[in-house]
């Protein structure tokens, strides 16, 4: 299995409060990624980061912000969170040096914004 | 912009039966994956599509592209209780390996006894 650890695995937090997520990978991609998952709309890319430092915006970016400062850390953030981000969070990774590697996710962050 | 659709989004079948599930996708993309999640899991990759024509086969499950006609297909073979989950086909944006994935909704496989 990949080494991808997603932190918190589970939070419930109120409207307006800033919440941060953590992606962590031992596998030195350079690739990573964020997701949502919703029912009915598989999943959707939030951001993506191509290199430290180096990010760029996904199909559903508004309201969310990321930083990567080294290889190993995504960091996802909801400013102020809405109950319209209650959702699962997804971290991906991939080695895109070759196309015949899939992308290799976390288990997933459930978050809860009442 | 990239679209994917998955058909059917529901699929309940019965033990031994054989079933396909359909992905389309609306402009060209050299690359397409199928993923396996299973209730409250991460996704789990089955098969990564590259060519046109291209045929991979793990146990009853057999997946193919046809480029040409922006149609991936998974084929299930005498299902079993195991292949209940959802499956999802997700297209890489553009040709190249710098190209982001859109999703499809997935098909979510019910196989009764």
């Known amino acids: 299995d990949a080494g991808i650890t997603q932190s918190p695995r589970h939070k419930v937090t109120e409207t307006g409060t800033p919440v941060t997520l953590r992606c962590h990978q031992t596998e030195n991609h350079r690739y990573m990624y964020w997701y949502r998952q919703d029912p009915g709309h598989g999943l959707r890319l939030i951001h993506y980061?191509?290199?430290?430092?180096?990010?760029d915006k996904g199909e559903v970016s508004d309201g969310y912000s990321v930083s990567r400062s080294k290889t190993e850390d995504f960091l996802l953030t909801l400013e102020s969170a809405t109950s319209s981000q209650t959702s699962v969070y997804f971290c991906a990774i991939s080695d895109r040096t070759s196309s015949n590697q899939p992308q290799h996710f976390g288990d997933g962050t459930r978050l809860s914004i009442l | 912009e990239l679209k994917v659709e998955q058909n059917p989004l529901f699929l309940s079948m019965q033990e031994g039966k054989n079933y396909t599930i359909y992905c389309n996708y609306s402009?060209?993309?050299?690359?397409l994956y199928w993923y396996r999640q299973d209730p409250g899991k991460s996704l789990e990759s089955l098969f990564v599509l590259l060519s046109n024509g291209a045929v991979k086969q793990e146990g009853r499950l057999m997946a193919s592209l046809d480029t040409k006609a922006r149609l991936s297909t998974l084929h299930i073979t005498a299902a079993v209780h195991d292949l209940s989950a959802t499956y999802f086909c997700a297209v890489a944006t553009y040709p190249g390996s710098q190209g982001n994935l859109i999703f499809g909704k997935g098909t979510k496989l019910s196989v009764k006894p």
């Open positions: 402009t060209t993309s050299d690359r």
């Open positions: 980061s191509y290199g430290v430092k180096d990010t």
